[in-house]
């Protein structure tokens, strides 16, 4: 089961709600308000769980705390059913903007499948156009509030479906109406990135970047294709990497009882302290000295099984690990929905665990804006935005 997150972070002097946030991995059909999809079910005739918001929050929340990420993913019959029209695209984009703007993010890519919302007899591009608006009205009003957000769509295909060439000239025909990136997501285990091999040289071809899940449900070899096959510039959770790192640990009667502190003197793969030694494998190497972001979602990956081969409980997340070693770690939501989360929340919870402090937020913060699908200048200018609003603080 989810450990409770903490009302407030223990020790801080400063609003962790009020600190501008980089969002990577959101899925948009993951981050739907209940009351929402409430009223969207009994427009188009779906029947819910429960028809209470507070009820069917719980429930969302409940059926994806099952440790396993194929229960995980049928929570989404519900939300996909009621984004099957332009007028449901355009309302559950709009609000997921205001609701990011809510949470202090200030700059967020989507991440959704628009072969998921065909069903009413839309087009793929009809999809696109209709969430674009959405998110673009969603900006609007943030910035009516005296506020300023930036949103990019991350066109995703399914895995296990065959329309990854279809979905990839989707995402380049709309690069300059909204799309910043491409993805893609569902059933990770037994689907490798080489499926699509075709459509990612296609991509690559049209110098459109990718983001790939991989490392969540499956481990070594799903994160070798998504980098190799899928020309991977991120990962989406990439949290098993870590089952590319060897720990052993040494009997030490001065060490504490905290988090290990990791040193690699010689910048050779293998770091040591007074508790123990870690090296490297060749991927784990590749992944950390490239700094390819790892889209880690905390919450999530404690409740679909990512985790479960590292230890039970949040503290045993190897997310921590792979900060202290170097690896380019971002922290997401993946599904506000499911996870009952925010990204506060998940800052919340890195404080509450692992006692990071205010230079380690700034550090994860700027990894993510750094690791953004934007053009450089724009980057520079969203980094530098984050370093004056965390400098504020000090």
């Not at 997310?319 to 380019?328: P, R, S, T």
Request: charge should be negative; proline fraction near 3%; include cysteine.
């Amino acid at each position: 089961m989810t450990e409770t997150i903490p009302d407030a972070a223990p020790d801080l002097d400063f609003d962790l709600k009020g600190l501008p946030k980089v969002s990577l991995h959101d899925h948009l059909d993951g981050g739907l308000r209940p009351a929402t999809i409430i009223e969207l079910a009994e427009s188009v005739g779906h029947t819910l769980p429960s028809t209470d918001p507070v009820a069917l929050g719980e429930w969302f929340r409940e059926s994806a705390d099952s440790g396993s990420l194929v229960r995980y993913l049928e929570t989404f019959e519900h939300t996909v059913a009621v984004m099957q029209t332009k007028e449901g695209l355009f309302r559950v984009a709009k609000e997921f903007v205001e609701d990011l703007a809510d949470d202090g993010v200030v700059y967020g890519e989507v991440r959704w499948a628009p072969e998921q919302h065909l069903q009413q007899g839309l087009s793929l591009d009809e999809v696109v156009e209709a969430v674009q608006a959405g998110l673009e009205a969603g900006v609007d009003v943030v910035a009516e509030s005296g506020r300023d957000i930036q949103v990019g769509q991350l066109i995703t295909a399914m895995r296990h479906a065959d329309r990854g060439q279809e979905i990839a000239e989707l995402a380049v025909r709309h690069r300059y109406k909204g799309a910043v990136g491409f993805d893609i997501a569902g059933a990770e285990d037994g689907f490798l990135p080489s499926r699509f091999k075709d459509a990612f040289t296609y991509l690559a071809e049209h110098h459109f970047p990718a983001t790939i899940h991989a490392g969540e449900a499956a481990g070594l070899e799903s994160i070798q294709s998504a980098l190799v096959d899928g020309r991977a510039l991120r990962l989406g959770h990439g949290v098993r990497i870590a089952e590319d790192i060897a720990v052993e640990f040494e009997e030490d009667d001065n060490a504490g009882t905290g988090t290990a502190t990791f040193v690699d003197p010689d910048d050779d793969g293998e770091v040591s302290d007074n508790i123990g030694l870690v090296t490297l494998g060749e991927l784990a190497s590749w992944v950390r000295d490239r700094g390819i972001a790892l889209e880690i979602c905390p919450s999530s990956n404690l409740q679909t099984g990512a985790i479960a081969g590292f230890g039970e409980g949040i503290g045993s997340h190897p997310l921590d690990m792979l900060y202290q070693l170097g690896f380019n770690v971002t922290i997401n939501t993946d599904n506000r929905l499911m996870s009952g989360v925010t990204l506060t929340d998940e800052f919340e919870l890195l404080v509450e665990t692992f006692d990071y402090d205010l230079d380690d937020l700034l550090e994860l913060t700027l990894n993510a804006a750094e690791a953004a699908f934007l053009p450089l200048e724009e980057k520079e200018a969203l980094v530098e935005y984050i370093n004056e609003a965390y400098s504020d603080l000090g």
